[in-house]
T-cell receptor, first 116, second 112 residues
């Protein structure tokens, strides 16, 4: 059973370019979460999605960032017009449909974005 | 004030020692408490998941939650060099799918 998959693992962009980060949840999981980790800091929640729905985007910056989880295919975190401050590790997590028991979030290996 | 406070360390102990890692939090609405282990340049890996106050043991790991003090702990017995990693405490408010609030992590090093 494959875990959460993220690609690319490393992404380099110049200021002003767009970054697209992809996440495929674990098999059977329908909830996806994106977190950002700056150097020497913990993970900060960005957005929580279910298929074709954004459930909680309270951690998303108001501009340049967007996320989607289409009916088919991976979840995408998109950053437009990247700036150096966007350099970070972006982690995706997934959890199974809520069943009333522990809905543990399982994390992928992350995408490390470097903005030059 | 951060919702979750965690001493960043680094913490260095000899192999075989008992390690104690701690976090405090300010929001009494948190009900579910977790500890994740993160190796360098890897994703977080869930170690322990507990609900409300009490203890939970899994092998060499014991998690404690004291909601009255808003204090959680992770104990590692018979520590091994392979336990060297960053340990992140984490918590959330409800059992349904929701965001997790993380501490900043404690970097642990076990000396052979």
């Amino acid at each position: 059973n494959a875990g959460v998959m993220q690609n690319p693992r490393h992404l380099v962009r110049r200021r002003g370019q767009e970054a697209r980060l992809r996440c495929s949840p674990m098999k059977g999981h329908s909830h996806v979460y994106w977190y950002r980790q700056l150097p020497e800091e913990g993970l900060k929640f960005m957005v929580y999605l279910q298929k074709e729905n954004i459930i909680d985007e309270s951690g998303m910056p108001k501009e340049r960032f967007s996320a989607e989880f289409p009916k088919e295919g991976p979840s995408i975190l998109r950053i437009q017009q990247v700036v150096r401050g966007d350099s970070a590790a972006y982690f995706c997590a997934s959890s199974p449909p809520t069943s009333g028991s522990t809905d543990t979030q399982y994390f992928g290996p992350g995408t490390r974005l470097t903005v030059l | 004030q951060k919702e979750v406070e965690q001493d960043p360390g680094p913490l260095s102990v000899p192999e075989g020692a008992i390690v104690s890692l701690n976090c405090t939090y300010s929001n009494s609405a948190f009900q579910y408490f977790m500890w994740y282990r993160q190796y360098s340049r890897k994703g977080p890996e869930l170690l322990m998941y507990t609900y409300s106050s009490g203890n939970k043991e899994d092998g060499r790991f014991t998690a404690q939650v004291d909601k009255s003090s808003k204090y959680i702990s992770l104990f590692i017995r018979d520590s091994q060099p392979s336990d060297s990693a960053t340990y992140l405490c984490a918590m959330k408010k409800g059992s349904s799918a929701s965001k997790i609030i993380f501490g900043s992590g404690t970097r642990l090093s076990i000396r052979p």
